[in-house]
């Protein structure tokens, strides 16, 4: 599969988030919300890793009309595997650091949706370009400025509150 591709959501994918939640399990859901045609299939793959989800998981969201813009004859995972000789902790630990960041930008991500209550759309589409901690804390910044804007800073404090416990 090309590293260079930008895998998109399908009608049926859109559909299917703005259902119920118990059609794909919440690892493949949080792959699926987190495929927006800008991030690439090795991106993703990481993503699916982080989430504990096997290499193949983006061939079986496209296999199952979610996903298109994979090549179809794709049976190899994205990313190689690092090279025998890389030390199996500092694999781990990275992963185990994404696997957290992800977890917390999906709570903060869903409070403060749930704290604007339908005055997010800035803050959804800054959200798909959270990748890295750095991203993650502007973001938070962000959405806590807008939740003191919106409901006074007693509520913003809260969120911060709730989001760093969620983190931790």
């Not at 792959?31 to 982080?50: H, K, P, T, Y």
């Not at 504990?52 to 079986?60: D, M, V, Y």
């Not at 990748?131 to 969120?159: C, T, V, Y």
Request: charged letters at 25%.
């Amino acid at each position: 599969m090309s590293s260079s591709s930008h895998p998109v959501k399908t009608r049926a994918a859109r559909v299917l988030l703005a259902g119920s939640r118990s059609t794909l399990s919440a690892q493949m859901r949080m792959l699926l919300i987190n495929v927006n045609g800008q991030r690439g299939a090795a991106e993703l793959q990481d993503i699916a890793r982080a989430l504990n989800l096997g290499p193949q998981a983006l061939e079986e969201l496209q296999r199952e009309g979610y996903v298109t813009g994979l090549p179809e004859a794709a049976s190899a995972p994205l990313v190689a595997e690092p090279p025998a000789a890389a030390p199996k902790a500092a694999t781990a630990s990275a992963g185990d650091e994404l696997r957290r960041l992800m977890k917390a930008k999906m709570f903060a991500f869903d409070l403060a949706c749930r704290m604007l209550a339908g005055r997010d759309a800035d803050l959804r589409a800054g959200a798909r370009e959270v990748n890295s901690e750095s991203r993650f804390l502007d973001w938070l910044s962000d959405a806590s400025a807008r939740i003191e804007a919106a409901s006074g800073a007693e509520r913003a404090q809260l969120f911060r509150e709730r989001v760093a416990q969620a983190a931790a």
